[in-house]
């Protein structure tokens, strides 16, 4: 069994764990601290794939008509379609002399809207919804 160490709170002096006062000063040490037990941490357990909820879910905020969200999801096709449909408004829009620019709006509501239901999902939720049952829109 390995010596315990008490630190002395006066002189910073390392007592032996049996001694009641320091060797070098002579106030009298706290308790030597139990062994530290291992306590299982089941906080640090988050599903897989919880982690990407918060990166898609500000991408789909502040980047919704890219489709960034959707690819960080892994669903390349949806956002390959939002960023399509973001390029081909922004082209009607110029085309239309701005006419056609509410359209722009679409695609970055989509995105908008799709960033907070992730964030306002439990990691559980997210998990399931986006990662296990690949729900493609919204
Ligand atoms: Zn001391």
Redesign the pocket.
């Known amino acids: 069994m390995a010596t315990q160490y008490t630190t002395?709170p006066?002189?910073?002096?390392q007592?032996a764990g049996i001694n009641a006062r320091?060797t070098?000063?002579?106030?009298i040490l706290p308790i030597s601290p139990m062994p530290m037990q291992h306590v299982p941490n089941y906080s640090g357990a988050k599903p897989a794939g919880a982690e990407k909820k918060l990166a898609a879910g500000l991408c789909g905020i502040l980047l919704g008509g890219l489709g960034i969200h959707k690819f960080i999801l892994g669903y390349t096709q949806e956002g390959i379609i939002l960023i399509s449909v973001y390029l081909v408004s922004f082209i009607i829009a110029m085309v239309t002399c701005g006419i056609g620019t509410p359209l722009i709006f679409v695609p970055t509501v989509i995105g908008i809207v799709e960033g907070i239901i992730y964030l306002t999902k439990t990691d559980e939720e997210f998990v399931q919804t986006y990662i296990v049952n690949k729900k493609p829109w919204f």
């Open positions: 002395c006066g002189c910073a002096t007592n320091c070098n000063c002579g106030t």
